[in-house]
């Protein structure tokens, strides 16, 4: 039996207004593609429309192959934005103020003198008054970030005299531990590390950022928050959706490099990491590097033991039929991507030593989720059992992630009437019912962050090369076995039953999803 208890604010908070943007001039690459017109733009329009970014100082420049005028760029935002969950400010007269800063300019990344006319067209916004801090957003296949980071480079326009000049790549950084040390290599030869910002939306989140709020802004928790009272953590991003139009990118990339090497590690090292000395760029992601560094690379053996893969077979979601991924338009018919990976990590530290964490990620599953689940100790005694069904559940902290953002805990509760029994019952913050209002969606804050000269919330260079450190060995043995046999969970699932030979431990098992 459980039994919800509600947790209420103590006092009415109004959400404070955002700060300001540094005047600039973003030049995205890749503005003709998807992320652009579903998050970037969106974003953009909306920070402008709350104040955020100085109307006459800032300017958009968008670039990439497809040929067409500034004003056919204005048309194809306009129609992304009005239909945008994430433009929530829409509104005509809205739009008309915004788009007069936006301007487009087609060129090839790989042509030596696109970066000639890029100047050249900087220049001329820059006659009419646009500022000269300069803001390049790389949205493009992650392999045309070298040829940008070069061109940029060698044209100047990377070392800006009259302003700042900071780079933004976008997700992922490299495929593995090879080539994320060589970009890091090209980029940092041309940008200082303070001007770079890799991005990893899930860190824009709230609730992400509300990891560090609960453990190191209450005294509550941080003192019972090692192995000497945790039993083990389980972090999940489960999934409904498949691949949707995006087949081509993740039959290269797959659960394991789109999921786990950046998003779950992320998790992973905000709930695991030391206190930091303040709440700066430096503090913080020196501890989660000292996360990362402390989790061994996997020998072929232990990828063997701890890891799992899955790739979805036709099912049912919601009542409603799906097709495997085999089918999905795009994808090879004998494709050996996965689209589910378990893993157990182990953290070699003096607060984690013999705490397993649980991490699991795949698409096309039974429910949409990503939480954080922590699961505590059973008491020393099971003073009030007379039969094994009377035994206390272990105490589970849930950070949620996403959907229903917010922290149960359950605990237990003496049951009413003569006898003397525990039923546990669970205390729920939901940050809707506390804040209301909305929050600011993540790409706006990271993008604000970046046009304020923030880097917290945005990966070092460091911190990409330790996670694929731990990652590549992983594909690497995984390249080395024999074909896996797919598909081996149903759509609607909870994933391969074979997920649940991770968890050895009787008194430990994955949450059912929704649960
Ligand atoms: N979409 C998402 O939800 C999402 C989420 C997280 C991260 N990301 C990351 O964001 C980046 C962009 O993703 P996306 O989905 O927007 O990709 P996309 O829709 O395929 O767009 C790619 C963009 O790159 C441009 N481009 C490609 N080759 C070029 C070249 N040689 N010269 C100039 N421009 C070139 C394309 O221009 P033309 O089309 O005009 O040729 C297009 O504007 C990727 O790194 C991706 O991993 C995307």
């Known amino acids: 039996m459980s039994t919800v208890v509600q947790a209420t604010p103590t006092r009415s908070v109004a959400i404070p207004p955002m700060p300001k943007a540094d005047p600039c001039l973003v030049v995205i690459f890749g503005a003709s593609g998807d992320l652009t017109k579903r998050k970037l733009i969106p974003a ?3 920070l402008a429309c709350i ?4 109307g006459q100082q800032f300017d958009v420049l968008g670039t990439g192959r497809t040929e067409m005028t500034t004003e056919e760029f204005r ?5 992304a934005a009005s239909t945008s969950k994430d433009a929530r400010k829409f509104s005509d007269w809205n739009w008309e103020q915004f ?4 301007h487009y300019v087609a060129g090839d990344i790989n042509d030596h003198g696109f970066y000639e006319s890029l100047k050249k067209q900087i220049g001329e916004l820059e006659a009419q008054g646009a500022s000269s801090n300069h803001m390049f957003y790389v949205s493009t296949p992650a392999s045309l970030a070298p040829p940008i980071v070069q061109g940029l480079g060698k044209s100047g326009l990377a070392k800006n005299a009259k302003g700042w000049a900071r780079i933004v790549l976008e997700k992922p950084f490299g495929r593995d531990l090879e080539t994320a040390q060589a970009l890091n290599k090209e980029v940092l030869q041309v940008f200082d590390e303070k001007d770079v910002y890799r991005i990893d939306h899930y860190l824009g989140k709230e609730t992400v950022q509300n990891i560090l709020v609960f453990r190191f802004g209450n005294s509550l928790f941080e003192p019972i928050w090692n192995r000497n009272y945790i039993d083990y953590v389980e972090i999940t991003a489960a ?9 081509a990118f993740y039959e290269e990339t797959g659960a394991l490099r789109d999921m786990i090497a950046s998003h779950l590690l992320q ?4 709930t695991a990491m030391e206190p930091p000395v303040a709440f700066d760029a430096d503090s913080v992601r020196e501890q989660k590097v000292q996360v990362l560094r402390s989790i061994h690379r996997m020998t072929p053996e232990q990828v063997a033991e701890r890891t799992v893969r899955g790739q979805y077979g036709p099912g049912t979601i919601g009542g409603k039929a799906a097709q495997g991924y085999r089918e999905e338009p795009g994808v090879k018919p004998n494709s050996r991507t996965e ?3 378990a893993v157990e990590f182990r953290i070699d530290n003096w607060r984690w030593a013999g705490v397993p964490f649980y991490v699991r990620s795949g698409k096309r599953l039974g429910k949409s989720e990503t939480e954080i689940k922590v699961h505590f100790k059973r008491t020393p005694q099971a003073i009030f059992a007379k039969t094994p069904d009377d035994d206390i559940e272990p105490n589970v902290i849930t950070l949620r992630v996403q959907p229903n953002e917010g922290i149960a805990m359950s605990f237990a509760a003496k049951q009413p009437g003569s006898q003397m029994k525990a039923v546990p019952v669970r205390m729920n913050f939901a940050y809707q019912d506390a804040f209301g209002g909305q929050a600011p969606v993540a790409y706006e804050t990271l993008l604000l962050d970046a046009m304020r000269g923030d880097p917290t919330l945005f990966t070092r260079g460091d911190e990409t090369e330790n996670q694929w450190r731990i990652i590549t060995p992983i594909e690497e043995v995984w390249q080395d076995l024999p074909a896996p046999q797919f598909p081996n969970y149903d759509a609607g699932s909870d994933g391969p039953e074979e997920a649940n030979r991770l968890i050895t431990s009787e008194c ?3 949450s059912r999803l929704g649960e």
Do not use: N, P
């Open 508 to 510: 430990r098992h994955w």
């Open 239 to 247: 999934e409904t959706l498949g691949v949707e139009q995006r087949a």
């Open 99 to 102: 788009e007069k800063r936006l």
């Open 44 to 46: 953009l329009f909306d």
């Open 75 to 79: 048309a194809s935002m306009r129609e």
């Open 267 to 270: 998790l992973l090292t905000l």
């Open 339 to 341: 689209t589910y990976v």
């Open 51 to 54: 104040g955020c970014i100085a």
